[in-house]
């Protein structure tokens, strides 16, 4: 039988950060993806009174991870993290790796390894919820700042979610939604999609909310970096039409670190 649809909840922590609860409604199994803070995450418990029983972290960065261990003792969830992020992630129960599978109640996940912004980082997959937990790796029409790889490395992981349905959630670990469309805009200024969702996210930003979650058909629209198999992305950092994705992909994220 197919498992009910999740419940989300998402919040504002610290600066941008974006704190996501999933909670599946036929076993009561409630999940909190990263931890930037306690604060923000516990209130969101209280007001939905729903009961955390899992933490999934997508990397060791300690924006992620900081507000681990007081939730982790509020609530006694279980904490999974990235195999490769080791002792960096406080208080971890279960460590994993490419092809390993998580359950939040009936709800079934996927671990890819998706590196280039950190060597650890992994996204969560849910498949049958059509939903992608996307950490620092897919913003709403940016990607991560690349620390520990070649940049290469972050397009390969950016690429497979190149073959996710469209209407796949990608929910991201930060609100850079407003920078990332001044980019975005300059690197494909005659994108009629992007002109448009670009001024959507200028609304958002004057009522306070942010667009999070995207949709994979949204961000194949509007994102330049998904957008580097495109002729104009091409062009647009000088390189022929047919130019290799990941050279196009590599002179577009040198770009924006200048920008
Ligand atoms: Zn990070």
């Not at 006694?76 to 109640?105: I, N, S």
Request: contains cysteine.
């Amino acid at each position: 039988m197919a498992a009910a649809k999740p419940e989300i909840r998402t919040f504002l922590c610290r600066s941008d950060n974006i704190g996501v609860l999933m909670r599946d409604p036929a076993t009561g199994a409630c999940a909190a993806i990263d931890v930037p803070e306690a604060g923000p995450v516990l209130r969101v418990l209280d007001e939905t009174g729903w009961s955390l029983t899992d933490i999934l972290v997508t990397h060791r960065h300690a924006d992620h991870v900081e507000g681990i261990p007081e939730v982790k003792r509020a609530t006694g969830a279980r904490v999974t993290a990235p195999a490769k992020a080791g002792a960096e992630v406080p208080e971890v129960d279960v460590a994993v790796a490419e092809g390993d599978t998580v359950r939040v109640g009936d709800l079934v996940g996927q671990v890819w390894e998706t590196p280039g912004h950190c060597a650890d980082h992994v996204t969560y997959w849910f498949r049958e919820a059509g939903i992608a937990f996307a950490g620092d790796t897919l913003f709403t029409l940016g990607c991560g700042r690349v620390m520990e790889s070649p940049p290469e490395t972050l397009w390969h992981s950016l690429s497979r979610f190149l073959a996710l349905p469209d209407e796949t959630q990608i929910f991201s670990g930060h609100d850079y939604v407003l920078s990332n469309a001044r980019f975005a805009r300059a690197a494909d200024p005659d994108n009629a999609n992007l002109k448009a969702r670009a001024e959507e996210a200028e609304r958002a930003g004057r009522e306070g909310r942010f667009l999070i979650p995207s949709t994979l058909g949204v961000e194949r629209a509007t994102n330049p970096f998904l957008r580097s198999t495109e002729p104009a992305l091409a062009r647009a950092v000088e390189l022929s039409p047919g130019a290799d994705p990941t050279a196009v992909f590599v002179a577009l994220r040198a770009w924006k670190n200048r920008f």
